[in-house]
């Protein structure tokens, strides 16, 4: 065996850290081994299934996330309740009816509301029937009824004088 020279020892294919292809049987250079497929082309189902259910939910989520969270306007309402129900099949929110009155005796106009926290839910239940003023949020866009069947939120209840 002959001793490299010292260009053939400095050069980078000489040094300890090169990795020399094999010889194949025939004594030929060895093909270098194929390069490792990514893993998007490996697992190419589970991405796709989860690019087509993962993201449209993350975006549901994050819609719903934003609708209830932001509020439209905010206010109050005077009347009598007339109705309020646990309603839902799955997602049971409570739903209410308040007749809002122009002089006594008269019903104008009726506001239909959600009501989603059981303790304002049991006040307004302890003052069915009686004048009262309620204060909601209108929360535009929820993209389902499981939050509620209407758009407006009420969030507390007082009784107010006849």
């Known amino acids: 065996m002959v001793d490299p020279t010292p260009e ?55 819609w719903t996330a934003a609708a209830l969270s932001w509020s439209y306007s905010e206010g109050s309402r005077a009347g009598y309740v007339q109705k309020i129900s646990r309603k839902g099949w799955l997602c049971k ?20 509301f959600t009501v989603r926290s059981d303790s304002v839910a049991a006040a307004i239940t302890a003052l069915s029937g009686k004048r009262v003023t309620v204060t909601y949020q209108q929360h535009v866009g929820v993209p389902t009824s499981c939050f509620g069947e209407t758009e407006y939120f009420v969030t507390a209840v007082e009784p107010s004088p006849e």
């Open 93 to 112: 929110t409570w739903e209410g009816t308040l007749y809002t009155d122009i002089a006594k005796g008269f019903r104008s106009d009726s506001f239909s």
């Open 8 to 62: 053939e020892h400095d050069s980078p294919a000489g040094s300890a850290g090169a990795v020399a292809a094999a010889p194949d049987a025939q004594g030929g250079e060895a093909t270098p081994p194929a390069p490792r497929t990514s893993f998007v082309r490996r697992h190419w189902l589970a991405v796709t299934v989860l690019v087509l259910l993962g993201l449209p939910a993350l975006g549901l989520g994050i």
